[in-house]
């Protein structure tokens, strides 16, 4: 069993940067692909980005490519999201999974609010 654990969100101004952590605890991480996705109030969950089980290939989505990083650090059991250039429209609770197969284990989210 995969338990993940989300933090590092919080509030920051529009134009800033916050790094989520997602960390797990079970099986190491390295066995599986794992992404973010954020939802935000009212509003339908959005796929960010993932990253591949190899680290070799990731994947983001329009609207956070060139602001949002996605690596893992598979000796912390960790993979992380690198948030720049956070604009108001960000403002969601963040969540990780991690995936191979037909398994998917989700983590409990962060909240990120930009604001000023």
């Known amino acids: 069993q995969l338990q993940l654990v989300e933090s590092g969100g919080g509030l920051v101004r529009p134009g800033g940067s916050l790094r989520l952590s997602c960390e797990a605890s079970g099986p190491g991480l390295q066995f599986y692909h794992v992404g973010w996705l954020r939802q935000a109030p009212g509003k339908e969950p959005e796929g960010l980005a993932c990253?591949?089980?190899?680290?070799?290939?990731?994947y983001y989505v329009d609207s956070v490519k060139g602001r949002f990083t996605i690596s893992r650090d598979n000796a912390k059991n960790t993979v992380y999201l690198q948030m720049d250039s956070l604009k108001p429209e960000d403002t969601a609770v963040y969540y990780c999974?991690?995936?191979?197969?037909?398994?998917?284990?989700w983590g409990q989210g962060t909240q990120v609010t930009i604001s000023s």
């Open positions: 999974n991690g995936y191979r197969g037909f398994t998917t284990f």
């Open positions: 990253i591949s089980i190899s680290d070799e290939s990731t």
